[in-house]
């Protein structure tokens, strides 16, 4: 079976741009997870790397190996039927408050960087995202094939102008102290089993239609290494901040400082990283609901739209800091499962 290349970087294109969402492409999900650790936090960056690449990999191919055309079907064959429609529920409950964080971040970059109305930027987000699901899956790939290449572009020129500054290395090797040992072992495992929960309500419907075993194990790990390259790049260049953690959108203050004029660039980036992760949640939320209730697609795509909207009012940073390492320590139980299943033979598939 022939590997095809164009599909594997189309498949580890969505798989980076549906991770790399508000909380990540702002810096605030790098620093909640890692940079605050300071040297620990690059130790569990590598961690976080080797398994966004093993199973990254694993969840698509075991996905087309079952048939899998949903995320519910997926956990009921890792957990079973009954354990299995428990992770659904929790999931569901997942993706509304990771919708609701991103929308959130939308309305930060416009409140705290553009100094226009919270409500109007998330207004504006949701728009867009009906606008695009309204094309369908083909819409997905087309945002994060262009936005998710110019984002690890970015990394790398921020990364070039922080390594100019002074006292690089003892920044980078600085040691936090008030880390909690059990919070630097727990959060590169933690963070990695939060993005996949997440991720496969977008990679399993992918993985039903791209079916090749080895076009899906490639795309896991390019995906992977992608993340991994972006997620190092924006850590060395976080820990040069002081006092990172204050900050809504640290990696948009360290552009305005290092690189002014790409600063209105690189925003737009960031805020298209955010929309193609609310395009991947508010995907996945429709169709759980459109699994259960036969109702017009309208109607369930308008009740996403107004729960997440009102969970967004709450501050962005705040919905971050709590949510996210919660949803984390939940999500582990998924990576255990998903790290026991055996992968599939090659080309093999269940019938």
Do not use: C
């Not at 957990?79 to 971040?105: C, D, H, P, T, Y």
């Not at 980078?172 to 880390?179: C, G, L, P």
């Not at 079916?211 to 995906?223: E, Y």
């Not at 990576?335 to 299943?341: G, R, T």
Request: zero cysteines.
């Amino acid at each position: 079976m022939k590997i095809d290349w164009r599909a594997a970087f189309q498949i580890a294109a969505v798989y980076i741009g549906t991770v790399v969402g508000a909380g990540f492409a702002t810096g605030r999900e790098i620093v909640e997870f890692f940079s605050r650790f300071g040297l620990y936090g690059l130790g569990g960056i590598l961690i976080a790397g080797y398994l966004l690449i093993f199973l990254g990999s694993q969840l698509l191919r075991v996905a087309a190996f079952i048939g899998a055309s949903s995320y519910e079907q997926f956990n009921e064959y890792l957990f079973g039927k009954l354990f299995g429609r428990l992770i659904n529920l929790l999931m569901f409950l997942m993706l509304i408050g990771v919708g609701a964080v991103m929308l959130s971040g939308a309305g930060a970059v416009f409140e705290e960087q553009l100094g226009m109305s919270k409500h109007t930027g998330v207004f504006i987000t949701l728009l867009l995202t009906a606008a695009v699901m309204a094309v369908g899956m083909k819409g997905l790939f087309a945002v994060n094939v262009f936005v998710v290449p110019m984002m690890i572009i970015f990394s790398f020129i921020l990364l070039y102008f922080s390594m100019q500054l002074p006292n690089v290395l003892s920044n980078v090797a600085k040691m936090s102290e008030s880390a909690k040992w059990w919070e630097v072992i727990f959060s590169p495992v933690s963070y990695t089993a939060f993005n996949l929960s997440l991720a496969q309500a977008v990679l399993v419907p992918v993985a039903a239609e791209i079916k090749n075993d080895r076009t899906l194990k490639w795309g896991g790990i390019l995906g992977g290494l992608g993340l991994t390259v972006i997620l190092l790049s924006s850590h060395l260049t976080l820990v040069m901040l002081p006092e990172i953690e204050a900050y809504e959108i640290p990696m948009a203050v360290i552009m305005k400082d290092l690189a002014p004029g790409l600063y209105w660039v690189f925003l737009v980036i960031i805020y298209g990283e955010i929309f193609t992760s609310i395009i991947g949640n508010m995907f996945g939320l429709d169709r759980q609901i459109q699994g259960y209730v036969r109702v017009p697609r309208l109607l369930t795509v308008t009740a996403i739209f107004i729960v997440s909207y009102v969970i967004s009012m709450v501050n962005y940073g705040t919905l971050l800091s709590y949510l996210y390492p919660i949803f984390g320590y939940i999500s582990i139980i998924f990576v255990i499962f998903l790290w026991m299943k055996p992968l599939p033979a090659a080309g093999g598939r269940r019938k």
